[in-house]
């Protein structure tokens, strides 16, 4: 199995600008999370979905960040402005089941915005 | 407001010797996870603890999860070089996973 695939890998960007971040888990899973890890605030939970359905938005920052997952395969995080603050990585994980069940997570995409 | 929080932040040590690192909660959760994180990469699971007094052994690394189910330890025996890394815990509840501030460990040769 090729793991959760998360692109692009590397991100720079200017302020103001619209970021797109994509993430394919892996199949047969139906949950998939998206984090953003920085050196202040560690590993933030994001969003999660569980068969495609938005069910925690509660780490979402603000309304820049939207996140959709069209079908089982495919999510997109995107931050509509970028802000410099934004710069981090983000992380896409994806589990089979719904609770404590191993979460695997992606090579991430290391954002910067200037 | 850092759910939880673990100790020590940084430690470096000598190939060879021991460490523990805690991760402390004020919130019970129904399992505790511990993952391993190398640079450039994600984290990676090493072990779910589920019951109360639990202890698991994964070669040189003992886990315990605490009576009450709000703290856990990571002990490693004789530590390598590959086990450098960054070590973050997470409580599981209510479908989700929230991560602890994380341990750097650097083990030098």
């Known amino acids: 199995d090729a793991g959760v695939i998360q692109s692009p890998r590397h991100e720079v960007t200017e302020m103001g600008q619209e970021v797109t971040l994509r993430c394919k888990p892996i199949?047969?899973?139906?949950?998939l999370f998206w984090y953003r890890q920085t050196m202040m605030r560690g590993l933030e939970l994001l969003i999660y979905?569980?068969?495609?359905?938005?069910?925690?938005d509660s780490g979402m920052p603000e309304d820049r960040f939207s996140a959709k997952m069209p079908n089982a395969s495919f999510s997109t995080l995107k931050i509509q402005p970028s802000e410099p603050r934004d710069s981090a990585v983000y992380f896409c994980?994806?589990?089979?089941?719904?609770?404590?069940?191993?979460?695997?997570f992606g090579p991430g995409t290391r954002l910067l915005v200037l | 407001t850092q759910l939880l929080k673990q100790s020590p932040q940084f430690l470096s040590i000598q190939e060879g010797e021991n460490l523990t690192v805690y991760c402390n909660s004020s919130?019970?959760?129904?399992?505790l996870q511990w993952y391993r994180q190398e640079p450039g990469e994600g984290p990676v699971l090493l072990v779910t603890?589920?019951?109360?007094?639990e202890v698991k052994k994964l070669k040189r690394l003992t886990f315990q999860f605490g009576d009450a189910r709000k703290d856990s330890s990571l002990h490693i025996t004789a530590a390598q070089t590959g086990d450098t890394g960054l070590y973050l815990c997470?409580?599981?509840?209510?479908?989700?996973?929230?991560f602890g501030d994380g341990t750097t460990l650097t083990v030098k040769p």
């Open positions: 199949s047969g899973h139906n949950s």
């Open positions: 979905f569980n068969n495609n359905v938005p069910i925690d």
């Open positions: 919130s019970v959760f129904s399992s």
């Open positions: 997470a409580g599981v509840g209510a479908g989700k996973s929230t």
């Open positions: 994980a994806s589990r089979l089941g719904v609770s404590g069940e191993t979460q695997y």
């Open positions: 603890v589920v019951t109360g007094g």
